[in-house]
């Protein structure tokens, strides 16, 4: 199994980390959030990441970590890719709850297979949703005519 690091700006972090919990209540142990704080150095926030990442490696069968994060490039970012080290731990940026949520159902895949996944439902999560009639319900077709004194 593999263990899911979120590294975001707070309260990003935790609030996906509750969102997981809520659908997977069972995730608890393998998903751990780190809130970046504004008033925090990038080197206390590396210093808890690599707490955490030494944690998993306490919990038995935890094979790899997963490590996602919001924006490339920011603080979060930059803390995270000095942690990976490509092999045992991968990382993602541009973290959402699609992306999350398929994580959490797949790890217990490989590493390699988990990033996939992870990248897939993050993007297969985000869409243009149409609007149309609810289902079952015909759309109402107004008569122009009648409102036509209105504009």
Do not use: W
């Not at 210093?47 to 990442?53: C, Y």
């Not at 985000?126 to 289902?135: D, F, L, S, W």
């Amino acid at each position: 199994m593999n263990a899911i690091l979120l590294i975001a700006h707070a309260p990003l972090a935790n609030a996906l980390r509750q969102c997981a919990l809520h659908v997977f209540p069972d995730c608890g142990g393998a998903v751990t959030a780190i809130d970046v704080q504004p008033n925090l150095s990038p080197e206390e926030t590396l210093a808890s990441a690599r707490i955490a990442l030494e944690q998993f490696a306490r919990v038995p069968g935890i094979k790899g970590v997963l490590v996602l994060t919001d924006i490339f490039g920011a603080t979060p970012s930059n803390v995270a890719q000095k942690l990976v080290d490509g092999v045992n731990s991968r990382l993602i940026t541009g973290v959402n709850l699609p992306m999350l949520l398929r994580s959490v159902s797949y790890r217990h895949e490989s590493l390699d297979v988990l990033v996939s996944r992870a990248v897939i439902g993050g993007t297969q999560g985000v869409m243009q949703v149409a609007i149309a009639a609810p289902q079952n319900q015909r759309r109402r077709n107004h008569d122009q005519e009648e409102h036509d004194h209105q504009q």
